[in-house]
Nanobody, 118 residues
Framework: VQLQASGGGLVQAGGSLRLSCVAS????????MGWYRQVPGKERELVAV?????????ADSVKGRFTISRESAKNAVTVYLQMNSLSPEDTAVYYC???????????WGQGTQVTVSS
């Protein structure tokens, strides 16, 4: 499974961004797709995940502001993260993640920088 993320950038506080991540390869093995983020000196943290056929889960800090969604095509699966009402605390490198049905295999995208200015 290969993951290609895009959509990061610089935005002012209160603004919006949408991240996209395209999964290709053995997409039939993918159950959950989601987004994590990391700032220097801290552990990577879950932002939002969307299991196949199930409701999404969000970190408390983004509930009501971020929305995760996914689309499936013949040869790819795309997961989106719509981020609204951004604050400087959302500044981080955002990583796309995919997990297989066994939970044993996890894949990561290359990371995309999101910077929110005050």
């Amino acid at each position: 499974v290969q993951l290609q993320a895009s959509g990061g950038g610089l935005v002012q506080a209160g603004g919006s961004l949408r991240l996209s991540c395209v999964a290709s390869g053995s997409i039939f093995s993918i159950n959950t797709m989601g987004w994590y983020r990391q700032v220097p000196g801290k552990e990577r943290e879950l932002v939002a995940v969307k299991p196949s056929g199930s409701s999404p889960n969000y970190a408390d800090s983004v509930k009501g502001r971020f929305t995760i969604s996914r689309e499936s095509a013949k040869n790819a699966v795309t997961v989106y993260l719509q981020m609204n009402s951004l604050s400087p605390e959302d500044t981080a490198v955002y990583y796309c993640n995919a997990e297989d049905w066994t939970g044993l295999m996890r894949y990561w995208g290359q990371g995309t920088q999101v910077t929110v200015s005050s």
